[in-house]
C-alpha cells in the first residue's frame, strides 16, 4: 500500500471550503438578476428583495476569506520556465501523456492559471459591485461609471463562473485530486505521477 504525503492543512482546507460555499452562495444569488429566466435563484435566498440584499454582503465575505488564499499561496503560484514549457505541451496534458510534460511542482501550469485569474476577478468584481452597490455607494459615482462597473462586473462574474467549472472539472479527470482538498493528503504514487519535482522535494 502506497504511503502518503501531506498535501493541504485542515486550516488550508477549511478555508478552501469556506471560498466555495460563499463562491456558490454568491453565484447563484447573483444570477438571479443577470437574467429574467434565472431569477427563480432568488427564491434560494428569500425573494428577491433579500437576494438583492444578502448577494454584496455574500460578495464582499467571499472576498475578505479568499484574500488568506492569496496572501498564503501566491508564492508557489508563481510562473517560471518549466510553466511555460507545460502550457506549450497543452496538447499532451488533455491526452494524458504526463510522461512528456516537465516536472511539476506543487502546483502545475494550470492550476497556477486558475488561482490568479480568480484573483483578477474577485478583484474586480469586489471593485464593481462597491461603485453600483445602492444604496451606499452607487450615489458617489456618475451614472455612466455605475453602469460600465455592472457590466465588467457581469463580465468578471462570467469569467470566474466558468474558471471554477474547469477547475472542478480537472479535479474530477485528476484521479485522486479531490482527496487532497478532502483528507489533506495524497498517494506517494499521484504525488510522483502528477507533481515529481514537488513529490521530490517532500521526501528528500
Request: proline share 3%; aromatic share 16%; with cysteine.
Amino acid at each position: 500500500m502506497s504511503r502518503t504525503i501531506p498535501r493541504y492543512s485542515d486550516h488550508e482546507r477549511m478555508v478552501h471550503w469556506s471560498v466555495a460555499i460563499l463562491f456558490l452562495l454568491a453565484a447563484l444569488s447573483g444570477l438571479a438578476f443577470f437574467h429574467p429566466s434565472l431569477f427563480w435563484f432568488s427564491a434560494l435566498f428569500g425573494g428577491g428583495s433579500w437576494d438583492r440584499i444578502l448577494h454584496p454582503f455574500l460578495g464582499v465575505l467571499m472576498a475578505l476569506v479568499f484574500s488568506y488564499t492569496v496572501v498564503h499561496f501566491w508564492r508557489a503560484n508563481r510562473m517560471d520556465a518549466e510553466d511555460r514549457k507545460w502550457l506549450e505541451q497543452w496538447r499532451d496534458v488533455v491526452s494524458n501523456r504526463e510522461e512528456r510534460l516537465p516536472p511539476v511542482g506543487r502546483f502545475n501550469a494550470g492550476q497556477k492559471l486558475v488561482f490568479w485569474i480568480t484573483v483578477v476577478c474577485v478583484i474586480t468584481l469586489l471593485v464593481t459591485g462597491l461603485i453600483f452597490w445602492r444604496p451606499w455607494f452607487a450615489d458617489w459615482y456618475p451614472v455612466a461609471l455605475v453602469r460600465l462597473a455592472t457590466l465588467l462586473h457581469s463580465f468578471a462574474a462570467f469569467v470566474l463562473i466558468v474558471t471554477i467549472i474547469v477547475h472542478i472539472y480537472s479535479a474530477i479527470w485528476v484521479k485522486g485530486s479531490f482527496r487532497a482538498m478532502l483528507r489533506g493528503d495524497v498517494s506517494e504514487r499521484w504525488a510522483r505521477k502528477h507533481h515529481a519535482s514537488w513529490y521530490r522535494e517532500m521526501t528528500r
